[in-house]
């Protein structure tokens, strides 16, 4: 069997096929630069858990909408991990700065979220606006992409917020009660 459709189909099929191991790559080098620069293994991959989750519940949402995998939507799982890790850094750093200062964990936690927390929200909602434009092209795969990346960047602020501080905590009780 030959043809345009043919080979259309093909590369697609490829492209789905190696984006799980092409996330599971940039997911697993993203946390070894993380744990090399702040030489702190187990936070790290308390940062990359998010933004993992993120890509995961961005392929789901797409399957639960009916938006087919195309050029554009191919690229979403990295677009996730590039927009969730700087939001989960954010959230992460500055809970560890507080922490430092000698913050116990909830009031480095309500300081975490008046300040970087509303910057987050401000810079994620511009974001998903800005993209959500695209949403009124009259080509379906920028509109389709315009939701697909709106719908990563509320998940990975939602993951960071809501999700990291969490396993913050939990990661903050663990290492008191093993001193």
Same mark, same amino acid.
């Given at each position: 069997?030959?043809?345009?459709?043919?080979?259309?189909?093909?590369?697609?099929?490829?492209?789905?096929?190696?984006?799980?191991?092409?996330?599971?790559?940039?997911? =697993?080098?993203?946390?070894?630069?993380?744990?090399?620069?702040?030489?702190?293994?187990?936070? %790290?991959?308390?940062?990359?858990?998010?933004?993992?989750?993120?890509?995961?519940?961005?392929?789901?949402?797409?399957?639960?909408?009916?938006?087919?995998?195309?050029?554009?939507?191919?690229?979403?799982?990295?677009?996730?991990?590039?927009?969730?890790?700087?939001?989960?850094?954010?959230?992460?750093?500055?809970?560890?700065?507080?922490?430092?200062?000698?913050?116990?964990?909830?009031?480095?936690?309500?300081?975490?979220?008046?300040?970087?927390?509303? =910057?987050?929200?401000?810079?994620?909602?511009?974001?998903?606006?800005?993209?959500?434009?695209?949403?009124?092209?009259?080509?379906?795969?920028?509109?389709?992409?315009?939701?697909?990346? %709106?719908?990563?960047?509320?998940?990975?602020?939602?993951?960071?917020?809501?999700?990291?501080?969490?396993?913050?905590? =939990?990661?903050?009780?663990?290492?008191?009660?093993?001193?």
């Amino acid at each position: 069997i030959v043809g345009d459709l043919i080979i259309l189909s093909n590369v697609l099929n490829g492209l789905i096929s190696s984006i799980v191991s092409s996330t599971a790559i940039s997911l =697993a080098v993203s946390m070894i630069v993380l744990a090399a620069l702040t030489r702190k293994f187990g936070q %790290s991959l308390l940062v990359i858990l998010p933004v993992g989750l993120a890509g995961s519940w961005v392929v789901g949402t797409m399957a639960i909408l009916g938006i087919n995998w195309n050029v554009l939507t191919i690229m979403i799982t990295a677009l996730t991990i590039g927009l969730g890790i700087d939001y989960s850094i954010h959230v992460w750093r500055r809970f560890e700065t507080n922490r430092n200062s000698g913050m116990a964990v909830w009031p480095a936690m309500r300081d975490m979220y008046a300040n970087t927390g509303s =910057a987050l929200l401000m810079s994620a909602g511009t974001t998903i606006f800005g993209f959500m434009v695209l949403v009124l092209s009259p080509v379906p795969v920028i509109r389709d992409f315009g939701i697909v990346i %709106s719908i990563s960047v509320a998940f990975s602020l939602f993951l960071a917020l809501m999700v990291l501080p969490g396993l913050l905590a =939990a990661e903050v009780r663990g290492s008191d009660r093993r001193e």
